[in-house]
Every structure is written in structure tokens, then in C-alpha cells.
């Protein structure tokens, strides 16, 4: 029922700052949890942070508190995640996931990647 699209990675160096987006289908998008998660190679995948699905509320991994913002925009269907000061460390593919208000995440993207050169 939710399709969803990863955009904007690509390559930064550490210091920088990168936005991903993530177009979601669906009329009851308002109605859905986005979170962000990642995974690098060799790891598993993590979790990242999430907005609810009322847009009040924001929770992030300790790893990227205070460097990452999670927003989205109702009105155009999609999620973003803005990244600052980036680390090598931070170097993974970037997935969205979506969960119907508070439920467990039922849909992924295809995932984009960010690499972070010192």
C-alpha cells in the first residue's frame, strides 16, 4: 500500500552536510511513523531516528544526536533526514521505513547511498 523512494545521496566530506528525502505514496501518509535507518558494509542495519507520525515527535540514535534532523512535509508526502557535520562513520546505505502510527515499520525503500571522505 506505501511505496517509497530514497533520493540525495551521494558523496560529502567529513565536516559537511547532505539532506536525503524520501517520497512516500499513499493518501494516508499523514497517518504513518517514518523513521531513518542505515547500514554499512559488513554491519547490521541500525536505526537512525524517526518522526511520528503526528510530526510532534523526533527520536534519534545516540550516534548522530545533535547532527541529524529528521522533518517531513505532509503535504508533498515525504520524510527527510539533514545530516551536519558528517563522519566517516556515518558512510552506509540510508533506508526509510514507514509504520502505520505507532506500529512496527511494514515498508522500506530501496535505499541511497552516502559515503563521507576524509
Known amino acids: 500500500q506505501v511505496q517509497l523512494i530514497e533520493s540525495g545521496g551521494g558523496l560529502v566530506q567529513t565536516g559537511g552536510s547532505l539532506r536525503v528525502s524520501c517520497v512516500a505514496s499513499?493518501?494516508?501518509?499523514?497517518?504513518?511513523?517514518m523513521g531513518w535507518f542505515r547500514q554499512a558494509p559488513g554491519k547490521e542495519r541500525e536505526f537512525v531516528g524517526l518522526?511520528?507520525?503526528?510530526?510532534?515527535?523526533?527520536n534519534y540514535a545516540d550516534s548522530v544526536k545533535g547532527r541529524f534532523t529528521i522533518s517531513r512535509d505532509n503535504a508533498k508526502n515525504t520524510v527527510y533526514l539533514h545530516m551536519n557535520n558528517l563522519k566517516v562513520e556515518d558512510t552506509a546505505v540510508y533506508y526509510c521505513?514507514?509504520?502505520?502510527?505507532?506500529?512496527?515499520?511494514?515498508?522500506w525503500g530501496q535505499g541511497t547511498q552516502v559515503t563521507v571522505s576524509s
Open positions: 518522526i511520528s507520525w503526528s510530526g510532534g515527535g523526533t
Open positions: 521505513a514507514a509504520g502505520f502510527q505507532n506500529s512496527a515499520w511494514s515498508y
Open positions: 499513499g493518501r494516508t501518509f499523514s497517518s504513518y511513523r
